[in-house]
């Protein structure tokens, strides 16, 4: 990304796709558009690079648990436009972590706050996760974290 915020960004882009007919990237990106406007007026002044990743992975996750409701209701079309939703708005995230990569972070946080069993996740994960902002699933990362805990 560039030094402008993703609003500015976002207006860039959404002409963009207007110009180019792409109505479904048209229709995420005043969505996101939307949703960080909402989360600026909620709090009253402009959002910072990390408040506005918290926006855009909230919105990633609603995609992922929609089209995951799709699928259970074999709703195959309405799963496939949420996971095409999902990767436009992958576009404005970071880099996903591997799960190898989630694990040496796992490894060194339990090491930092000298974890020895499941009833310290809670330290375990708030080391974690300002490392892990918008860079990984938590539920993924909170499962890894219970497995090594487990084994301590």
């Avoid at 990237?25 to 005043?30: E, F, G, I, K, T």
């Avoid at 990569?101 to 930092?112: H, M, N, P, R, T």
């Amino acid at each position: 990304m560039t030094d402008k915020s993703l609003l500015e960004q976002l207006d860039t882009e959404i002409r963009r796709a207007m110009k180019e007919k792409k109505s479904l990237r048209l229709s995420v990106l005043r969505m996101l558009k939307t949703a960080l406007t909402n989360e600026k007026i909620a709090r009253k002044g402009d959002l910072g690079s990390q408040d506005e990743l918290t926006v855009v992975s909230r919105l990633a996750k609603q995609r992922v648990e929609a089209a995951s409701g799709f699928r259970q209701a074999n709703r195959e079309e309405l799963a496939s436009k949420e996971e095409q939703e999902l990767s436009i708005l992958q576009e404005y995230l970071p880099q996903q972590l591997s799960e190898d990569e989630i694990g040496g972070l796992v490894d060194s946080a339990v090491e930092q706050c000298q974890a020895a069993s499941p009833k310290d996740m809670g330290k375990v994960m708030k080391i974690i996760a300002p490392q892990i902002k918008g860079k990984a699933d938590g539920k993924l990362v909170s499962q890894l974290v219970q497995r090594k805990l487990s084994a301590l």
